[in-house]
């Protein structure tokens, strides 16, 4: 086999006649570069309802709605994204491997996962308390969940790079 550099990637080209080896080296190539943007995307997406609040929040009252408390909503609202994205991987993990990963697959898993999420730290919440108001569930907190879901998962799927057709692995990235 001979080493050859094509657009600064470094894969082995065989000797022989054999084209099957060059494209599965350069599928793995393209596999990687979308392994490392589905990686980025978990990273980076959950920051975005944390930045999202706080944009809206000192745009529409002009001022440090947060006060002191600043801390403590960007730790609670990074949690609670990390934990929701974390929660939901498998499942995003899952429609990828199963060619079915798509921007509506991706939204429905989002909203649902941001409604779980959201009502499961307002039910912990109201246990923390000893109250119960929020024992009860709203259609407001519906759509916060859903709200507050999307803003994780279109941002998620932008980086990942989600298309409207289904993603399809190949044999290299199982």
Known sequence: M???????LN???PTHCGHKDNLRNMARIINRSSNNRFILATVIAPLTPFL???????VA?????????????LFFSVFASYFG?????????YLRRNGK???????????????????GFLFLFA?????QQYFTFSILDTMWGVFLGLSVAIPFGLIAGINSKPHEMNDTEN
């Open 2 to 8: 001979v080493r050859s550099r094509h657009f600064g």
């Open 11 to 13: 894969f082995l080209l």
């Open 52 to 58: 999202l609040l706080v944009v809206v929040l000192i």
């Open 61 to 73: 009252w002009r001022e440090n709605v947060f006060g002191n408390a600043w801390p403590l909503a």
């Open 85 to 93: 994205l974390l929660l939901l991987l498998p499942v995003i993990i």
């Open 101 to 119: 990963l798509k921007w509506i697959s991706l939204v429905l898993v989002g909203s649902g996962g941001g409604i779980v999420i959201f009502d």
């Open 127 to 131: 246990g923390m308390l000893n109250t």
